[in-house]
């Protein structure tokens, strides 16, 4: 059964009406991006189809990595349409790794969750290999990605063979991000996830500890429904307890789609942040 009320205020696209012409200005940006700035692309650290990350590498041996995550609710976007977004990072001297998953329903969420848990592994291990520094590598996600973000954050990195005594993440930022995947099951974006309200509390950062103790920014335009606002404050209460550091920033005259795209403005406090997170 949908509930309407929940229904409409997951419903970005409805809400953004110029949708289609912000995805078509992402895929211009990215194809420039992409013409002039040579990465390394399609790495396999999975054995999913889409299970592949694309590295943008800087010229400065051992600097650090940020890694993006796009959104998409889990069921549509690839990581090529945000390749713009590392402009800026590279600009600042920091390397870029975007992250490609498989998209649900040709896997469930929880294994999608996996291949990015699987992701930031093979990212740790081969820090060495492609020379961006280990003990500084950020993350970012957009929305479904932020949701992936606070799972990355929940996650008992030990048992997946890196060492006890770190915190793989140094810091980490989630923008619109979706904590509370309850509020999703009554609505048409579980047509394609398929969640029953255990599944989807066992998936939701709301409901598992943070492992993973580092600085975490929560970022909302300003402009978007208050369904989004109400699942990083809900977060922050949380989580604000459990970490040192947990911020909320609140975009000004972003909706759901432009504040991602202040990842790629160097004067946006969004990236100011990042920024001042990688040079302590």
């Known amino acids: 059964m949908i509930d309407p009320e929940l229904d409409k205020l997951y419903n970005v696209r409805a809400a953004i009406p110029d949708h289609m012409d912000i995805f078509a200005e ?3 940006r990215a194809a420039g991006f992409s013409q002039t700035v040579p990465g390394i692309l399609d790495l396999p650290y999975g054995t999913g189809e889409r299970a592949k990350l694309d590295l943008y590498l800087g010229e400065n041996k051992d600097a650090p990595l940020h890694v993006f995550i796009h959104g998409g609710y889990w069921q549509a ?11 800026a990072f590279l600009d600042a001297g920091v390397n870029v790794a975007m992250l490609g998953y498989d998209l649900c329903p040709a896997v469930t969420l929880r294994e999608l969750t996996e291949e990015i848990r699987q992701a930031f592994v093979w990212l740790w291990h081969h820090a060495g290999e492609h020379g961006y520094d280990q003990r500084k590598i950020q993350i970012s996600g957009h929305s479904a990605g932020g949701h992936l973000v606070g ?19 140094h810091s980490a930022i989630a923008i619109s991000g979706l904590f509370d995947l309850t509020q999703l099951v009554p609505t048409s974006i579980n047509t394609k996830l398929e969640l029953d309200m255990d599944e989807a509390k066992s998936l939701s950062p709301m409901f598992v500890e943070p492992q993973n103790i580092c600085p975490f920014l929560l970022v909302v335009g300003g402009d978007e429904s208050s369904g ?34 202040q990842l790629a403005q160097k004067e946006s406090p969004l990236f100011q942040w990042a920024m001042q997170q990688l040079k302590s």
């Open 151 to 169: 799972m990355l954050l929940a996650t008992d990195w030990p048992s997946y063979g890196l060492p006890a005594d770190v915190n793989p993440i």
């Open 26 to 28: 992402w895929e211009r």
């Open 77 to 87: 976007m690839d990581k090529s349409q945000s390749s713009f977004l590392a402009d």
């Open 228 to 261: 989004f606002h109400q699942q990083s404050d809900n977060l922050a209460k949380v989580w604000g307890v459990k970490l040192k550091q947990l911020d909320r920033m609140n975009a000004a005259n972003c909706h759901h789609l432009s504040v991602v795209a």
